[in-house]
């Protein structure tokens, strides 16, 4: 008999056994992709079957996230709960920036350091910190086909919106009803698909505002957001099956084939591809899938995700010729790239975010139940289990 997610989730103590395998496959993937896209290989990915990786892998993030951080949001009181999401995800971002405009920022600028410490841009890019997002610093990466020095930040004000919005959902404890978390969530794709299919009835000064709420790349991840939240909230109807899971599978590679690029932007494909991204990733989180041993010793995956840019451009910076070269290039400098991010994202995790994990056990389930398989594990002699990403 098929079990139900939620029977699934009891099963694990409330800690899906797949969520490991998942966020680093993700993160790993995330980087190849931006591996082409640094290298001037945009149109071979835009224009091929590999357009969908932009389309789906960073909304599987922020579905896993929806997923996991329901439970607590239901849990915990609003105060706390903001300060167990700052104590995840501020500390690596805050390090991420210093090390970026304090280190390799003056090593890297082709202008004297006199104007680099004093252009705006400089001073501008701790912004980044508090989700506004500043991508260049004066001089960095200027001979590059990109002048970001970390574009994988763009996710980082979506991502605070996100918690704006599960706030508002808790305040209002919609969070804690799944037929008015379904309601909120469905009247999100609605107002979407009105501003995608009916824009004239929106006056002229505000359809930039609607198109960037309801149709933007940034948009698409607050539907997977919202939906892995609602999927936790129907944990208990949802079939944890294979046949849902190859149909799932089935809508994508449907779309792969039938649509492009354009998609991401789109909002009439997502009720049924979005859905079924968020179905292929509670399913895997939910099930049994190895990880080598190393992945068990610690949470890396926001680390790569957070640090994988720069290092790529500073790859693509030293030596242009090999890591330019079309395609092969991108797959080269994939090749250098991620083990310079995971061994970053490695120290990162030891000597920044898992001590700030201590200060969390009292605001989340999952550092609980971290912190006393930390003492088991020690007890045995043996590895830890990471938890979530940004969970």
Not at 138 to 150: A, I, K, L, T
Not at 214 to 242: D, E, Y
Not at 265 to 271: K, L, M
Not at 363 to 388: C, H, L
């Amino acid at each position: 008999m098929t079990k139900s997610f939620g029977e699934v989730l009891d099963k694990y103590r409330g800690i899906g056994p797949g969520f490991d395998f998942l966020r680093i496959g993700l993160a790993f993937s995330i980087v190849l992709t931006h591996s082409f896209l640094l290298t001037r290989n945009d149109a071979f990915i835009r224009g091929s079957v590999f357009w969908f990786t932009e389309y789906a892998l960073v909304p599987m993030f922020f579905a896993l996230s929806g997923f996991l951080i329901a439970g607590s949001a239901q849990r915990l009181s609003l105060r706390n709960f903001l300060i167990n999401r700052g104590l995840r995800i501020v500390p690596a971002l805050a390090v991420d920036i210093v090390v970026c405009s304090l280190i390799i920022g003056p090593i890297i600028t082709v202008v004297y350091h006199a104007d680099y410490f004093t252009d705006p841009r400089f001073f501008k890019y701790f912004l980044n910190i508090v989700g506004w997002i500043h991508y260049e610093l004066p001089g960095v990466f200027q001979d590059n086909p990109s002048q970001r020095v970390n574009g994988a930040l763009w996710t980082v004000p979506w991502e605070i919106f996100c918690y704006i919005i599960m706030s508002f959902l808790m305040v209002t404890a919609i969070v804690k009803t799944r037929y008015k978390l379904l309601a909120v969530t469905a009247a999100y794709i609605v107002l979407g698909l009105i501003v995608q299919k009916m824009p004239y009835l929106f006056p002229g000064s505000i359809k930039p505002i609607a198109r960037f709420l309801f149709m933007s790349r940034g948009s698409q991840l607050i539907t997977a957001f919202m939906m892995g939240i609602v999927a936790f909230q129907f944990k208990a109807v949802i079939p944890h099956s294979r046949w849902l899971f190859a149909a799932a599978c089935l809508v994508c590679i449907v779309a792969i084939v039938t649509l492009d690029s354009r998609a991401v932007e789109s909002v009439i494909n997502r009720p049924l591809v979005i859905t079924s991204l968020v179905y292929i990733t509670v399913f895997i989180g939910l099930s049994e899938v190895p990880i080598p041993a190393f992945f068990r010793k610690g949470d890396y995956s926001y680390g790569v995700y957070l640090y994988h840019d720069p290092f790529l451009q500073i790859w693509i910076s030293s030596f242009p010729t090999v890591f330019l070269y079309p395609k092969y290039g991108a797959l080269a400098l994939y090749l250098v790239g991620l083990p310079s991010a995971l061994a970053v994202a490695v120290l990162s995790w030891h000597f920044i975010e898992k001590p700030i994990l201590g200060l969390r056990k009292k605001f989340s389930f999952i550092a609980q139940v971290r912190g006393v398989e930390d003492g088991n594990q020690a007890g045995r002699g043996s590895n830890v289990r990471p938890v979530a990403i940004k969970s």
